[in-house]
């Protein structure tokens, strides 16, 4: 089965930190996608990256940055957390990026204080 | 707003009736997914329906699209208690790969035991 475990559960961070959120896949998959997940607006793409070192803006991109040193691990970094960025962190990986499913990791809730 | 809408937003059922849910959405679309979503963990994959399939099953789930009204039904039969979640659908333009992918905000399922 494919896995993809994000490093927290749970983060309860302060304005103005750097925050890390992990994530790692053990299927070799090319795709990774970081979401935020906020109610009543379903899922926003922040980034994805296509390759080791390759990555593309999502929709709402601004406020963050990601990593991808090798193949199985995303980072999503929050230059300076903002109470605004207090949200479900979802990360995902897929085999292809066209007619395929995602596999999720099981969420990190961020609170930024 | 998003390409796709679900619709109840909330539905609570019996154990052991049938769930329906909608989702209807904009543009064309290369294929349409849903997604169950335990309360505070990832999503996961359930079925994906490409645009020229009208019906797809899996297990006691039914799926359905109608690319002429632009909308899709997920129907959970003899649903149980461990059937509660929340149920997104996700839609794939034509064009672009799985960043394109847009869900919806949702329906929320109960299953009282």
């Known amino acids: 089965d494919v896995k993809v475990t994000q490093s927290s559960r749970y983060l309860v961070k302060r304005t103005g930190e750097k925050v890390f959120l992990e994530c790692v896949q053990d299927?070799?998959?090319?795709?990774m996608f970081w979401y935020r997940q906020d109610p009543g607006l379903g899922l926003r793409l922040i980034y994805f990256?296509?390759?080791?070192?390759?990555?593309e803006k999502g929709d709402i991109p601004e406020g963050y940055s990601v990593s991808r040193e090798k193949k199985e691990r995303f980072s999503l970094i929050l230059e300076s957390a903002s109470t605004n960025q207090t949200s479900m962190y979802l990360c995902?990986?897929?085999?292809?990026?066209?007619?395929?499913?995602?596999?999720f990791g099981q969420g990190t809730r961020l609170t930024v204080v | 707003s998003q390409q796709g809408e679900e619709d109840p937003q909330a539905l609570s059922i019996q154990e052991g009736e049938n769930a329906t849910m909608n989702c209807s959405y904009k543009?064309?679309?290369?294929?349409l997914q849903w997604y169950r979503q335990n309360s505070g963990r990832g999503l996961v994959h359930l079925i994906l329906?490409?645009?020229?399939?009208r019906e797809k099953h899996s297990g006691r789930l039914r799926v359905t699209l109608d690319t002429s009204k632009k909308s899709s039904s997920l129907l959970i039969t003899a649903s149980r208690a461990a059937d509660t979640a929340s149920y997104f659908c996700a839609t794939a333009p034509n064009s672009g790969g799985y960043q394109k992918v847009t869900f919806g905000t949702g329906t929320k399922l109960q299953v009282i035991p």
């Open positions: 543009t064309s679309i290369n294929n």
């Open positions: 299927m070799d998959h090319e795709n």
């Open positions: 990256s296509y390759d080791v070192k390759m990555k």
């Open positions: 995902a990986s897929s085999l292809r990026l066209t007619n395929t499913e995602a596999f």
């Open positions: 329906i490409r645009s020229n399939e």
